[in-house]
């Protein structure tokens, strides 16, 4: 089933990882390296509208039916190639990264540690949220 409120907080972990990620990155860069750093002002809709697309092909993993264990893997792994692919496109347009294979490899190491902690923060709420709702039907059954 199609949820938009899991969309919302996808995106809004995204964004947020994303700009964790970035002020550590001009963290060392400042103090380690040779930069300063300022971001256009576009930049913050940039990652977003990143963010919300590549929240997108969660829809994949909303399923109702019952799939098999291949099925569910080969899903997780088309998410990530198209969320990979879509946060290397908008990187692309956006001038997140040089367009070189340690420019790419770069954005593709941070992409990955977004994207795992976007898996871990999902985890979280769904469990936090079953365990709100059972808490819910407890107290129904206890009133009855």
């Known amino acids: 089933m199609f949820k938009p409120k ?6 809004l972990m995204i964004s947020f990882l994303i700009l964790i990620v970035i002020s550590i990155e001009e963290f060392m860069s400042y103090f380690f390296g040779d930069g300063f750093f300022t971001l256009a002002w576009y930049q913050p809709l940039a990652i977003v509208l990143v963010s919300m697309i590549s929240s997108l092909p969660s829809a994949l993993l909303m399923v109702e039916k ?5 099925e569910w893997h080969l899903r997780i792994v088309f998410h990530f190639l198209a969320t990979l692919i879509i946060v290397l496109g908008g990187g692309y347009v956006f001038g997140w990264y ?9 954005i593709t190491i941070a992409f990955i540690v977004v994207y795992l902690c976007v898996w871990g923060g999902s985890l979280l709420l769904i469990r936090y949220e079953e365990n709100m709702i059972n808490s819910a039907l407890e107290k129904i059954r206890d009133d009855d």
Do not use: A, H, Y
Request: zero cysteines; a positive charge; proline letters at 0%.
């Open 6 to 11: 899991t969309i919302i907080d996808e995106t």
């Open 66 to 70: 019952k799939i098999t264990k291949r």
């Open 98 to 106: 040089d367009n070189s294979l340690k420019g790419i490899i770069m």
